[in-house]
């Protein structure tokens, strides 16, 4: 049995483009439909592979292609080798689009005798010379390995003897000139003379393609884009036809749409009297394509009518190579065309409206991670900035402000008005007050997943993460890099979309969804079946978060609230109190504090529900560093031995003594594991009860004023049933209490976090507390594979997933086999004791796509994730249920 080396363009029946490669595949299409592409075949990528293994083409592959050029002589009435002579070129093609990645050889079948009959045929000789040369150029540097480099400086020789400064203007006898110097090249670098003979020029070129599959520049491009080595490549054959025979032949790039901003209309340029590379070449200033209409009238109209064809055909804007010979339209290339996100969006829309294609389409062809970049503030793209530095695109947006280099810094120059930039080597979770006061953070260590870039993202902020050619001086506030050195109070930006770092203020664009978002994300809402809500500490957030259309709050973390300024002293004052009356004192202050906070965000979130989480973190996170604290301490002491009669420093002192003991108590090894969540609520009652007494008074005030608040509060950390049996009874009891008071009946589901695997495993249990579940994936994430993040991400997860021994990192992307595996059970386990359970996932993992679609296969009732991540799942969701 003979295997199948060659498809014709006009045989393919139904072309697969893993057989055929992109560009073969649309060649194939394109004939099929009609349009005008000069005949030609490809040989499957299955060539390529057979070829990798002995590095020549086979006997069987060479007779097959052979024939398949006769077939082509036949077509098109001419001969390989012979009068008129058949001229091809012959191009690679890969599965996955790779442009300029790998080799493509123009004008072949051209020797001493072909191009004397070709002269003639066109009579022009000038012509015929020129594609020679272009020939034996193109041939030696893809296939023979000499540097194009050495075939220019020729090219320039003879044109400077010439006394000429373009191609254009070289004579035939200059360019037979520079023929003969080329062949005398080829002959000195390999010695041998270039091969005459067609056949052997086409196998040498088809092995060269082939070959290019492997070249160093197409492999990195694999391994950015995550395209399988295994693929190969695709060579097309293909008759030439000819831009460069005068003026009213040219060549040129086209999309039927601007890729850019989706404008409707053809967007493209060309070369009048030009071939194929001269246009990308930059040799000469193409014209746009509107130019053509004047030009050449009659090929710019056909030439229109052939992009709606395709758009129509494909259904899709595409990016399309064409050859007008003597005012003959040739195509030679579509594929679909890559846009920028604002470009998908308004092209799905626009091919919605058109009636090319349906709703589920539209919303299918936009990737949920190119929201992201519509939605934070972005740096205006005509201004003229001043790159310093580059480094990890953490978090994306534009953020200018003034540089600070501690979290205080930032917290006191932010509270005076001013906008500031976060600039450390790391930052810590006790940076949090400093990044929630600047516009924007930059590190010079750590990835993608560090601290900063996790906690920025979460709250939309744009970061710039491991940018080490910072070098940064938090101790004489000084920053510097290369020759530039900058003082705290500068003015600095940062692109986090690009990682890039500008000296100086830039102008910003702020985010919103555009009316064509808004429709497809209307469109995205009708299919989808999960529910979105928000991760929103603040009446802002929560705001934002309800403008891009989350279905109420999925997580509102109470710590962030501590964490303001004014509330620090008296958050620490609660945590050292000695004894229960300060304590209280302290309480009673807190109170008024967060009733507030709930009422803005139940406000914001009016009849929407709005799930409060109960504090959760170590209490020592609230406290000064102990380090920090130690040399505080110890340099107090050393001043008042020498100043015995100061009042200040010695209350000072005291202070401080006293400050270190307390958080020297509290000091914990493992912190994540430790004395934090509902085990927090249990030892020391007050805390929570004061947080759920300010909701459920929020909650009274709301509905006085007209609003209908819908809290529901969720107890963190919960491992075992009793823990939550004990902490609804506490809330139970303050419910009868503030009804009581306010004489207002208050509704508020209670349900837990699912955190621990313990949880997990036991959720059939748990739901007899639990009137809904909410998967803690983060901590979910870390208990399971028993990481603490903050180590991982710093030590050893990179080169986990690098070296592939994870397929992903698991904070980013949901661990579907593992920690899956628990969030699938909890729901079951769960749901067998109350089967209206309402499930959700608040981890960062609730904006993540991949993830949010296991969440829908896992029949979970909602995704949370950050604010600026709405629309993002609201589409993922979506994309999960068609
Ligand atoms: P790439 O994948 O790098 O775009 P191509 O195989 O598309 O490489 O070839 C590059 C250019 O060469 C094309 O855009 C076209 O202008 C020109 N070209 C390729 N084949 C032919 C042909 N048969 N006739 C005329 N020009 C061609
Ligand atoms: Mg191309
Ligand atoms: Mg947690």
Request: include cysteine; aromatic fraction near 6%; charge should be negative.
């Amino acid at each position: 049995m003979t295997t199948v080396w060659v498809y014709g363009f006009d045989q393919a029946a139904e072309p697969d483009k893993y057989v055929l490669g992109g560009k073969g595949a649309n060649l194939a299409e394109m004939t099929r439909v009609g349009l005008p592409v000069p005949p030609g075949f490809t040989i499957p990528t299955s060539a390529c592979h057979a070829y990798q293994k002995v590095n020549q083409l086979t006997e069987e592959m060479k007779q097959q292609v052979i024939d398949a050029i006769a077939r082509v002589e036949e077509t098109v009435g001419r001969k390989f080798g012979g009068n008129p002579p058949l001229l091809v070129s012959v191009r690679s093609g890969a599965p996955i689009s790779m442009p300029g990645m790998m080799d493509t050889v123009l004008n072949l079948g051209l020797n001493d005798h072909t191009v004397e009959a070709l002269a003639e045929e066109m009579g022009n000789r000038r012509f015929a010379l020129d594609c020679h040369r272009r020939f034996i150029q193109m041939f030696g540097d893809v296939v023979l390995g000499i540097h194009s480099i050495r075939f220019e400086q020729i090219l320039d020789d003879v044109k400077s003897i010439a006394g000429v400064k373009t191609d254009q203007e070289l004579t035939a006898d200059d360019l037979a000139q520079v023929i003969s110097r080329y062949k005398v090249l080829v002959e000195r670098e390999t010695g041998e003379a270039f091969p005459e003979d067609p056949f052997t020029q086409l196998f040498m070129a088809i092995g060269a393609v082939f070959s290019s599959w492997d070249n160093p520049r197409a492999k990195v491009y694999r391994k950015v884009h995550e395209i399988p080595d295994s693929l190969g490549t695709a060579v097309n054959v293909q008759t030439m036809v000819f831009g460069n025979l005068g003026d009213d032949s040219g060549t040129g790039v086209a999309f039927t749409r601007n890729p850019s901003t989706g404008a409707r209309g053809v967007f493209g340029e060309y070369l009048i009297n030009a071939q194929g590379e001269d246009v990308v070449a930059g040799i000469r200033t193409p014209q746009p394509i509107a130019h053509l209409r004047d030009e050449m009238p009659e090929v710019y109209h056909q030439f229109i009518e052939l992009c709606n064809t395709l758009e129509q055909h494909y259904k899709d804007v595409q990016d399309i190579e064409f050859t007008i010979q003597q005012g003959h339209l040739y195509l030679l290339q579509t594929r679909t065309a890559k846009r920028t996100a604002e470009a998908a969006v308004k092209i799905a829309v626009a091919l919605v409206e058109e009636g090319v294609i349906d709703r589920a389409t539209a919303v299918s062809r936009v990737d949920p991670d190119q929201l992201d970049q519509l939605l934070h503030p972005r740096l205006d793209p005509n201004a003229k900035v001043q790159v310093i530095a580059t480094g990890l695109p953490a978090s994306p947006g534009a953020a200018s402000g003034v540089i600070t280099f501690t979290a205080d810094d930032a917290e006191t120059r932010a509270q005076s008005g001013e906008r500031v930039l976060l600039v450390r080597a790391e930052t810590t979770p006790e940076d949090i007050h400093g990044i929630l006061a600047a516009e924007g953070i930059l590190t010079s260590r750590g990835g993608m997943t560090s601290h900063a870039a996790v906690v920025a993202r979460g709250m939309g902020k744009p970061c710039i993460c491991g940018c080490d050619s910072l070098q940064i001086d938090t101790v004489s506030k000084m920053l510097r890099v290369g020759e530039t050195v900058l003082r705290e109070g500068d003015l600095l930006s940062i692109d986090g979309g690009t990682g890039r770092v500008i000296v100086g203020d830039v102008p910003l664009t702020q985010p919103e969804l555009s009316e064509e978002l808004n429709q497809l994300l209307d469109w995205a809402d009708g299919i989808r079946r999960l529910g979105v809500r928000a991760n929103a500490d603040t009446p802002e957030d929560a705001l934002k978060s309800r403008q891009f259309g989350a279905g109420g709050v999925g997580l509102c973390r109470t710590e962030h609230m501590f964490m303001a300024a004014d509330r620090v002293p008296v958050v620490q004052q609660m945590i050292l109190a000695e004894t229960p009356i300060d304590r209280q004192d302290a309480l009673d202050q807190l109170l008024p504090m967060q009733q507030g906070d709930f009422y803005g965000i139940l406000q914001a979130m009016d009849g929407l529900p709005v799930t409060i989480r109960l504090l959760d973190p170590p209490l020592h996170e609230f406290l000064p560093n102990l380090e920090k604290l130690i040399a505080r301490e110890a340099m107090l002491r050393e001043r008042s031995a020498w100043d015995l009669d100061n009042e200040e420093t010695q209350s000072d002192l005291s202070a401080a003594t006293q400050m270190l003991r307390r958080v020297r108590e509290l000091h914990e090894q493992n912190p994540m594991l430790g004395h934090r969540g509902c085990r927090l609520g249990l030892t020391h009652p007050e805390v929570y009860e004061m947080q759920v007494r300010a909701i459920f008074q929020a909650t009274a005030e709301l509905q006085q004023h007209g609003y209908t608040p819908k809290p529901e509060i969720m107890i963190p950390l919960v491992g075992h049933v009793e823990e939550l049996h004990r902490m609804r009874k506490m809330v139970e009891e303050v419910r009868q209490a503030v009804e009581g008071e306010t004489g207002f009946s208050i509704n508020c589901p209670v349900g837990t976090m699912i955190e621990v695997p313990r949880a997990a495993l036991t959720a059939a249990e748990i739901a007899k507390e639990a009137e809904f579940f909410s998967f803690g994936t983060n901590d979910l994430t870390q208990t399971t594979f028993g990481y603490s993040r903050d180590d991982a991400e710093g030590k050893f997860l990179h080169q986990y997933v690098d070296g592939g021994i994870l397929p992903q990192n698991p904070f980013q992307v949901l661990d579907a086999d593992g920690v899956g595996q628990l969030v699938a059970m909890g729901t079951e386990g769960g749901r067998r004791t109350r089967p209206n359970l309402k499930v959700g996932i608040c981890g960062e993992h609730g904006g993540e796509k991949r993830s949010i679609a296991f969440c829908d296969e896992t029949g979970l009732d909602y995704v949370s994730c950050s604010p600026f991540r709405v629309p993002l799942a609201r589409l993922a969701a979506a994309q999960a249920a068609l």
